[in-house]
């Protein structure tokens, strides 16, 4: 039943995602029940709620994980709280269907690490002061949310409805924004070759106009990881442990490169550019990623020898992922990936040696085929 439930939940929003000209509004939607959701979750608990003090709130410390160092448990709490913050960089694979990339595509994702910013915090705040003095007995229940709201509401429908209809819209949104972000990552590098069956995945189907064969390639590839649930609940948490330091890595190495490389070979940047606060800035992420790189890969709770549960497998999932693309990119990679084609944003200024040439004259002038322009 949890596997049939898993599968539900991802083949059901793929469905929208058949219809990308009905995107927009089911993003509009999708903020509006976000939003409202949150205002009325945060006005009814802080009225019919029990409350704990500002005390409890704001100074009261609670360890519960083992480890005995106060910094270190304080440095590990982020493990959660910083989920608040991941996706931002979604509009990032989706700027060739944009229209003005360059200036639109930097604001989307700034407002957004603001917004996120703030209600997460807020929301955090609500919740320690309304969670009641019971707030153990929820972390021992098996739907923890669900017990909540019921308590709060003295009512097993009414409580446990809302909680678990807010739940599965916006698990739905949520899936339907991966599927969309997803796939066109999947299928931008594809088309340019960077993994196995390369030619298959960067097809655009003409019918739905988006890359069907990428995003079925990665709902597969979610549902397979969801069979492991069927054996062994340790080996599918141990998967998807590796979420978050895979999303952190990911963040850091674009801008690993560009500290390398040098600030120097960016083409100019008309309507985001840091100046020369670049290199500042650039560096303070790098050593807030290492940090947040760590965290991630040290267990939460200990001890772990005799406690296998304890176990953060997510450095053992990255070792596996850097291994298995290692290997690829020695064997067949280097002699493929950009090769024979790249990306060029319409609104882009590229640099080629010593000219300098602006969107889809770089693709005529420098090759990019014809049919991939025609794609974006």
Known sequence: MTWLIYTGFLVAPAVSNLMPRYLPALQIFGAFFNISNGLIWAIVFLVMADKNSATFVFTDFLNASGWSSRGWVFI??????????YGTDGVMHLVEEMKNASRDAPRVMVWSMVWAGVTAWLSAIVMCFTVGPNWETYLEATSSYVAWFMDVLDSTYG????????????????????????????????????????DYFAQVNKRFTMPLRAMVGVLVLNLL???????SDLAFYAIISGGG?????????????VVLRGRQHLPPRPYFDLG???YTVNIISLLWSIIVVLFYIFPQYVPVVGEIA????????????????????????????????????????????????????TATTYGQPEETTKNL
């Open 276 to 278: 020369r606060w670049g």
């Open 225 to 231: 990881v969801g069979l492991l649930a069927l054996g």
């Open 76 to 85: 590990l709490s982020m493990y959660v709280p910083i989920y608040g913050l």
């Open 310 to 361: 304890n176990m953060n497998w997510a450095i053992a999932i990255l070792a596996g992922v850097v291994l298995l693309c290692g290997v690829y990119w020695v064997w067949k990679g280097r002699h493929e990936y950009l090769v024979f084609s790249n990306s060029i944003l319409d609104d882009n200024v590229v640099i080629h040696g010593h000219a300098v040439a602006t969107g889809k004259s």
């Open 159 to 198: 409580g446990g409805i809302w909680c678990a209809v807010m739940m599965m819209g916006l698990n739905y949104l949520i899936i339907v924004n991966m599927n969309t972000a997803g796939s066109r990552l999947a299928w931008s590098m594809a088309r340019d070759r960077a993994f196995p069956f390369s």
């Open 245 to 257: 330091v895979a999303l952190q890595v990911s963040y850091c190495v674009p801008i690993l490169c």
